[in-house]
């Protein structure tokens, strides 16, 4: 496919990408369990979020949205760059060229669970599909592993292509922390760049074209699908630990994306370890109608799986709007999300509370008892 001819198939998409339907609001915690000093896994997290609000000139509160390329600055020039230039000197930028020529492939590829009956649709298989056809074709590296844990294990990819999957340790956390697996991990298995969750969430209908979601009047805030909703509480867990992680092991990171990802829509989350400031997108289609896929959401997770290229730190408008309150809420366990996490774990052995701890050698608190025996005796 021709320079010229790409470069057209991906301004309407990379517009859309600008406007207030791909935007990103910022969160604030109001209560969680990150910092009990138990170890609880991503799945069983509770992490209360809200918006943060300001006043408009109506006097009416509303959450502050930015544009999704704000924190993508490197990335919408070299796109930009592209697209009236022609310039493509950018090696993130070639992965997206030779991506969008087999984009019909890739599309088929991540349909074909539906051709194939129940056994194409575990979360496991599901991983894969994403993982081989989608992740890896978008991402510099073009590495990445599938959770070794997960169950309905194949050693090929589910669909016709017959290639070998790649298994490897995904447990991240600490005993007294936040702890889980993610399901997929882009990039080197010692040091990957994104981590992404495969969640059991119902299809729902397909957004309309690029042309039609401009067309349309989108309220600011308004989410067409919520399915990823009742998931909040684990991706946000699983996003701040990762966050930490990879503040450890790179100091000059600042925003650390995440994402969370179902048959029909794609989320993604990023958060500073530092500057405890925590953005989410809306969720986004990750096909239309017609069941390829949506061009805008490509340009999204292409930015993100090369936001070690792409991504800046927060514009100073986007961080005045206040903190998330993640270091607040766990002061007394900070330490250990800023200094002991730990990823590729065999185990992760929780410290919980048990009931059965007592044992024989324990002796009951009775004074009360003996003394109400005493008097009862003297009688």
């Not at 001819?5 to 600008?18: C, G, M, N, Q, R």
């Not at 990445?144 to 997960?150: A, E, G, T």
């Not at 990023?270 to 959401?297: R, W």
Request: hydrophobic share 35%.
């Amino acid at each position: 496919m021709e320079a010229d001819i790409i470069a057209k198939e991906l301004e309407s998409p990379f517009s859309v990408l600008t406007s207030d339907r791909f935007s990103l609001s910022a969160l604030r915690l109001l209560v969680c369990d990150g910092g009990c000093g138990r170890g609880i896994s991503f799945s069983k997290a509770c992490a209360q979020v809200d918006y943060i609000y300001h006043s408009t000139p109506a006097g009416r509160a509303k959450p502050q949205i930015h544009a999704f390329t704000e924190i993508f600055p490197t990335g919408s020039a070299v796109l930009m760059e592209f697209i009236v230039s022609r310039t493509r000197t950018d090696p993130a930028l070639n992965t997206l060229l030779s991506f969008i020529p087999q984009i019909e492939e890739a599309s088929a590829r991540l349909q074909s669970d539906t051709e194939e009956g129940a056994s194409g649709k575990s979360e496991t298989e599901w991983s894969a599909r994403l993982a081989v056809h989608l992740f890896t074709p978008l991402s510099q590296s073009h590495d990445y592993i599938l959770d070794k844990q997960s169950a309905r294990k194949t050693a090929k990819c589910p669909c016709s292509c017959n290639r070998m999957l790649n298994y490897g340790d995904a447990l991240i956390g600490n005993p007294k922390t936040w702890c889980g697996r993610f399901d997929i991990l882009i990039g080197r298995d010692i040091s990957p760049d994104v981590g992404a969750t495969v969640l059991n969430a119902e299809l729902v209908d397909e957004m309309p074209s690029d042309e039609e979601s401009l067309a349309e009047d989108f309220s600011q805030i308004e989410v067409k699908s919520d399915e990823l909703q009742k998931y909040l509480s684990q991706l946000i867990s699983e996003t701040v630990v990762f966050s930490f992680y990879q503040k450890k092991q790179f100091p000059s990171l600042s925003l650390v994306p995440s994402i969370g990802v179902s048959k029909s829509h794609i989320q993604f989350h990023f958060y500073d370890a530092d500057k405890d400031v925590y953005f989410i997108s809306q969720e986004m289609p990750l096909f239309y109608k017609d069941k390829s896929l949506h061009l805008t959401t490509v340009l999204a997770i292409w930015l993100v799986l090369n936001y070690r290229c792409f991504l800046s730190e927060a514009t100073e408008e986007m961080t005045s709007e206040g903190k998330f309150g993640f270091h607040a809420q766990v002061s007394e366990t900070l330490h250990l999300y800023k200094q002991k996490i730990e990823l590729g774990m065999s185990s992760i052995k929780p410290q919980t509370f048990h009931l059965d701890v007592l044992e024989d050698n324990y002796e009951a608190n009775n004074r009360v008892t003996q003394s109400i025996m005493a008097k009862y005796h003297k009688k």
